[in-house]
């Protein structure tokens, strides 16, 4: 199976271009406020009704309530969403569309109860006190690769296109998501690093 590639915190139109140039399978946009890759509606609304129909846009939340998520998923044209909050089982099962649920995984933080999450996908991230993502930190391995007995696993966390071939030969996941692993600054892309994230990955499978 070929190894899907998202590249998150997409912010401008620019970087949308690149990635979606560079191969990538899909396209984060990050509505969680305070932090460095927040995205406002209707910058990611304009950047996705231009996007090819074979990029999946994926709006990036964390413990919103329902009703805004579901506008925001109408509002921009969001077919999937990802939840990077403390968001609930029945949480994930009131919404529309695929969904994603990211859990930080790491230091104290073993593998979380995933069979009691009924989502298309689950993504690991690095755990870090006070962050929801973008921490530039891996984590270990081995919980990616027990996570795939309960369905598909999406690998982030510290991921880079010196470090992602090497995380695909060891955990075979669904997909891996980067942002801060090919960003010249927080919310703005590095064009060689993104293309060199996607050539390896596209080599590994």
């Known amino acids: 199976m070929r190894v899907r590639v998202k590249i998150c915190g997409i912010t401008n139109r620019r970087d949308a271009e690149l990635a979606a140039e560079a191969g990538a399978d899909a396209l984060g946009f990050i509505f969680v406020p305070d932090t460095p890759r927040y995205v406002d509606s209707d910058t990611a609304r304009g950047i996705i009704k231009d996007l090819s129909p074979w990029i999946t846009p994926v709006g990036v939340f964390a413990d919103h309530p329902i009703e805004e998520v579901e506008r925001l998923m109408h509002h921009c044209g969001f077919l999937t969403i990802q939840l990077h909050g403390l968001e609930s089982p029945e949480y994930c099962r009131s919404l529309t569309g695929s969904v994603i649920k990211a859990f930080r995984v790491g ?3 073993g593998l979380p109860d995933l069979q009691a999450y009924r989502v298309q996908a689950y993504l690991l991230d690095t755990f870090a006190e006070g962050r929801v993502g973008g921490t530039g930190k891996t984590f270990p391995l081995e919980l990616a690769t027990r996570a ?20 695909i030969r060891k955990v075979g996941p669904y997909g891996v998501d980067v942002s801060s692993g090919v960003e010249v600054e927080p919310g703005r892309k ?16």
């Open 190 to 205: 590095d064009p060689q690093k993104v293309r060199d994230f996607v050539a390896r990955v596209r080599e590994e499978g």
């Open 107 to 109: 230091g104290s933080q």
């Open 148 to 167: 795939k007995a309960f369905g598909y696993v999406i690998v982030s966390g510290g991921l880079t296109p010196g470090n992602v071939a090497q995380v």
